[in-house]
């Protein structure tokens, strides 16, 4: 059975940074293509950042290019989200999301995805 689990959320001021992490059990992590969602109060779930099996290949959106890095370690069987320059815009439930590939690519579409961590809440105060 495979399971996600996110850590590292919390609350932290503008400006502040948080490390997010989604440790992967259950299967080859490195058989994962891997991605970050989040879905704040009343809104739909967007998408964030995602990264390829290999971690070669990676894409974030624009509402976080240059301030969020996805990396993933597959001898650790962890994916991580750095957020930078946190604005309370990004407060939001983040989370992991996984789906079994066998190419070098990343994607950006929830229904992608077949499992999914339970989330963690991420907080920005002003």
């Known amino acids: 059975q495979v399971q996600l689990v996110e850590s590292g959320g919390g609350l932290v001021q503008a400006g502040g940074s948080l490390r997010l992490s989604c440790a992967v059990s259950g299967r080859t992590f490195s058989s994962f293509a891997m991605g970050w969602f989040r879905q704040a109060p009343g809104k739909e779930r967007e998408f964030v950042a995602a990264i390829s099996r290999g971690g070669g290949n990676s894409y974030s959106a624009d509402s976080v290019k240059g301030r969020f890095t996805i990396s993933r370690d597959n001898a650790k069987n962890t994916m991580s989200l750095q957020m930078n320059s946190l604005k309370p815009e990004d407060t939001a439930v983040y989370y992991c999301?996984?789906?079994?590939?066998?190419?070098?690519?990343?994607?950006?579409?929830?229904?992608?995805?077949?499992?999914w961590g339970q989330g963690t809440q991420v907080t920005v105060s002003s």
């Open positions: 999301t996984a789906r079994t590939d066998y190419s070098n690519n990343y994607y950006t579409a929830s229904n992608a995805y077949l499992y």
